[in-house]
C-alpha cells in the first residue's frame, strides 16, 4: 500500500515538475523575445532624434547671413555708394535727419534700401557711418551717414543711376559720395564688379598675339 502511494505521488511530482518547467521554459522565451524587441527599437529611436536636433542650428546659422552690404563704385563723379549686387542707393533731400518721408507713392517708385540682419561696409565705404531706422511697416532701412538710402525702380539693373538728379515728389535725389555728402555732378553709369562693366577691361589677353614669333614688328597687320 505504501508502495502504491508512493508511486501515485512520484507521477504527481512528475507531473507537476513537467508543467511548471513547461511554464518557465515559456516565460524565459517570452523575457528573452520582449528584451530583444526592446533593443532592437532603442537603436532605431535614436537616429530620429538626432537629425531633428542637428536640424535647428543649420537653420540658424542660414539665418544669420543676408545683411545688405553698402560698398563703392566708379562713376564719371568719382566714386559713389551700391550695394554689393551692383544697385545705385541714393539720399532724397526731402528727409530731415534720420526720418524717411518717402511713403506711400514716393516709396513704391523709391524702394527704401533695407536689411534683414546687420547692413555692413565694404570697399571705402565706411562701416561707422552705416546704420537702420525702423519704418512704420516695421522694416529695418539703411542709413549712411545718418541719412536713409533708397533704390529706383526706373533703374533697370545693375551699374544704372538713372535717378541722379530727379526731383520726384517734390525733392531731389542724388547718388552718395563715402564721405556721406551728396554727388550732385550728372551720373548715369557706373562700374562694379556686380555690374558687370568692370570686365570690359581685359584687353590683356590680345596681348599674346601682338606678339608674333619672327618679331617682324607691326607687319603682321
Known amino acids: 500500500m505504501g508502495k502504491s502511494k508512493f508511486s501515485v505521488a512520484s507521477k504527481r511530482t512528475k507531473l507537476f515538475v513537467g508543467v511548471g518547467g513547461a511554464v518557465a521554459a515559456a516565460a524565459t522565451v517570452a523575457a528573452c523575445s520582449s528584451a530583444a524587441s526592446s533593443t532592437a527599437a532603442a537603436p532605431a529611436a535614436s537616429p530620429t532624434g538626432s537629425p531633428a536636433a542637428a536640424s ?23 566714386t559713389v555708394l551700391a550695394t554689393s549686387s551692383g544697385k545705385a542707393v541714393y539720399v532724397w533731400t526731402k528727409d530731415t535727419g534720420d526720418m524717411s518721408n518717402c511713403n506711400g507713392a514716393c516709396a513704391s517708385a523709391w524702394p527704401p534700401v533695407t536689411t534683414t540682419a546687420t547692413a555692413t561696409a565694404a570697399g571705402s565705404a565706411k562701416a561707422s557711418d552705416i546704420g537702420t531706422i525702423t519704418r512704420s511697416d516695421g522694416t529695418k532701412q539703411v542709413t549712411y551717414d545718418g541719412h536713409p538710402l533708397y533704390y529706383f525702380a526706373g533703374d533697370s539693373g545693375p551699374g544704372m543711376a ?5 526731383d520726384g515728389f517734390g525733392a531731389k535725389w542724388w547718388l552718395v559720395a563715402p564721405t556721406g555728402s551728396d554727388v550732385t555732378a550728372s551720373v548715369s553709369t557706373f562700374t562694379t564688379a556686380a555690374s558687370g562693366a568692370a570686365p570690359a577691361a581685359p584687353a590683356a589677353p590680345a596681348a599674346p598675339a601682338s606678339s608674333p614669333a619672327s618679331g617682324a614688328g607691326g607687319s603682321w597687320s
Open 162 to 166: 538713372s535717378g541722379q538728379g530727379s
Open 56 to 78: 535647428p542650428a543649420g537653420a540658424g546659422a542660414g539665418a544669420s547671413a543676408g545683411g545688405t552690404v553698402i560698398t563703392t563704385a566708379k562713376s564719371s563723379a568719382g
